[in-house]
Structure formats: C-alpha cells, structure tokens
C-alpha cells in the first residue's frame, strides 16, 4: 500500500529553469493538493484539483502550473524557477464524500532549491 | 481573509504531563478541524479530526471544539519524548479542497 508518494525528494536547479514535481496516489482519491511549506509561512496551497481535468488557484499560484489527466497523478511545475521557489512542497490527498473522508493526507515532500 | 492562530512555542513539558495546544479561526462557517503531528523533516501526518462540539478522544489525544469561542484545542495525556514535534491545526469551511494551516506550535517534551 504506497499511498502517496512524491518525486523527486530533493531538487537542486538554476534560476530560470522548468521543473516539474510529481505525485501519485494509490488511493483513488478525488481531491488532491500541492503545497508549499517555508519557515514562518507555514503552509501554503498552491494549486487543488476536484477530480481529473479540474484545477484551480490557492493562496499562491504564480509561477506555478497543475494538470491532472488521470486521477492518481498531478504534477505541479515550475515554468522558469527563481529563488523564492525554494521551498519544501507537499502533495495532499483526499476523498470526496461524507464529512468525515475529508481528511488530507500527506506525501513525503521535495525539497527543492533554486540556486 | 481566514485565518487559523498558533502559538509558536516551544511548549515544553516534562514526561509524564498533559500538553495543551490552543488554536483559534477567523472564521464562524468553519465545519472540519484537524490535528497534524510533524516532526522535523517529515511530512504531516494526521492525529485527529472534528466536527462536532465537545470532545473526541483517540488513545492519549483528545481534541476539543467549541464553535462559538472559535477554539479548537488538542491535549495529550501522559507525554512522551516521542511526542516532541510541531503540532499544526487546520481548518476547513467548505467540506472540500479549502485548508488552512496554523502556523504550528512546537511541542518538547522533556525527559
């Protein structure tokens, strides 16, 4: 039983570069999130997505780009990296359905850093 | 703008004793809390959820909601050094994709 995974876990690039972050849940789960994590920020959504060709913005989105075409995956990229991107980003996961299923449930992380 | 209010800490307590963490929210429509324990380099991994007022007890955790102070709290019996992690409240309004995170409170407990 994966559950969620990310990959890749550490990331180092260059200011201006793409990058793409994956994730992938084993669970079916409908809802699935991207978050970013910085001391004295906490965390932050960046993109969710309802189900399979569905997204839309957090709290912080520039910059960044979702797409989800099949319900276990949704990669997050960064279209031309720059430094405030360094980060740790979480994946989330969770299930559409009655109150108690709304649960999220965390990735591992990707620590990335933009040099 | 919702907001979810923490304490920074560090809370310390000695082994053996109750830990307190307080939350607040922002805002009076908010229907699910939750409870994630994170220690350092690792990811959140959920301790408890609520929806109803009153308290949930789940082994040495028992979260606490009370709506119409808009205060969420989490206690935890007989602390263990184990324990000691960040502790981050979340708050949903909308039974779906609208989280938003405490700062987190850091939790020591003492040996």
């Known amino acids: 039983d994966a559950g969620i995974t990310q990959s890749p876990r550490y990331k180092i690039t260059e200011t201006g570069r793409q990058v793409t972050l994956m994730c992938h849940q084993t669970?079916?789960?409908?809802?699935m999130f991207w978050y970013r994590q910085d001391l004295g920020h906490g965390l932050r959504l960046i993109y969710y997505?309802?189900?399979?060709?569905?997204?839309d913005k957090g709290e912080v989105p520039d910059g960044y780009v979702v797409s989800r075409s099949k319900t276990e995956n949704f990669p997050l990229t960064l279209e031309s990296a720059t430094r405030s991107q360094t980060s740790v980003y979480f994946c989330?996961?969770?299930?559409?359905?009655?109150?108690?299923?709304?649960?999220?449930?965390f990735g591992p992380g990707t620590r990335l850093t933009v040099t | 703008q919702k907001e979810v209010e923490q304490n920074s800490g560090p809370l310390s307590v000695p082994e053996g004793a109750i830990a307190s963490l307080n939350c607040t929210y922002s805002?009076?429509?908010?229907?699910?809390f939750f409870w994630y324990r994170q220690y350092s380099g690792k990811s959140p991994e959920l301790i408890m959820s609520?929806?109803?007022?009153g308290d949930k007890e789940d082994g040495r955790f028992t979260a606490q909601l009370n709506k119409a102070s808009q205060y969420v709290s989490l206690l935890i019996r007989d602390s263990q050094p184990s324990d000691s992690a960040t502790y981050l409240c979340?708050?949903?309004?909308?039974?779906?994709?609208?989280?938003?995170f405490g700062p987190g409170t850091r939790l020591s407990v003492l040996p």
């Open positions: 989330a996961s969770s299930e559409l359905g009655v109150k108690s299923s709304y649960e999220q449930y």
């Open positions: 669970w079916s789960h409908s809802y």
């Open positions: 997505s309802a189900a399979a060709d569905i997204t």
């Open positions: 805002d009076r429509g908010s229907q699910s």
């Open positions: 609520i929806y109803s007022n």
């Open positions: 979340a708050v949903n309004w909308d039974y779906g994709q609208n989280f938003v």
